[in-house]
């Protein structure tokens, strides 16, 4: 009787943890083509870059950001142009964090836009160390240009790679 019961919790388990990594799964497709049905504006094309504002001799400021979180190279998120501020939610200290598609080389990723900047001319958005290696493994580049960036509407996106 017992080992019945033991089977039976035994494959009830099984069958819950199925059908999580199948939801899961599903979950993540359906992320990638929400994605692009969330676009809240026109897209902006530019170039972008990457920023660290803890190596010596940058520009981009300090350990905090716009939205009062200390910079994280290892979290999918990005500072917008200052003059792109209001399109992408206006990005403020303490308010709700606005997220963007960003695509380039044949890659998507969702990122939470947490800072804003006076970037370089030409330059649209500087990605953090983790997201600039999405694009560029290597960190060779520097710059990618003919990036576009897409405003995603609500605030319940989760960062990462799309598709």
């Known amino acids: 009787m017992v080992f019945r019961s033991s089977a039976a919790i035994c494959g009830a388990l099984v069958t819950l943890a199925v059908s999580v990594s199948v939801a899961r799964s599903e979950t993540s497709g359906v992320h ?3 994605a692009v049905d969330a676009a809240s504006g026109a897209a902006v094309v530019g170039a972008a870059s990457t920023y660290n504002p803890f190596k010596p001799g940058k520009e ?7 939205s009062g979180e200390r ?3 290892e979290v999918w998120t990005a500072a ?3 003059s792109l501020r209001q399109k992408f939610g206006g990005v403020q200290f303490g308010a709700r964090p606005k997220y963007a598609l960003v695509e380039a080389v044949g890659k998507k990723v969702i990122v939470k836009i947490n800072d804003v900047g006076p970037l370089r001319p030409g330059r649209i958005i500087d990605l953090n160390e983790r997201t600039m290696r999405h694009f560029d493994p290597d960190m060779e580049r520097g710059v990618i240009p003919d990036v576009t960036v897409t405003p995603l509407s609500g605030d319940d996106w989760t960062p990462g790679p799309v598709g």
């Open 60 to 66: 981009e400021g300090g350990p905090s950001t716009a």
């Open 71 to 73: 910079y994280d190279p």
């Open 32 to 34: 990638s083509s929400a």
């Open 80 to 82: 917008i142009k200052t």
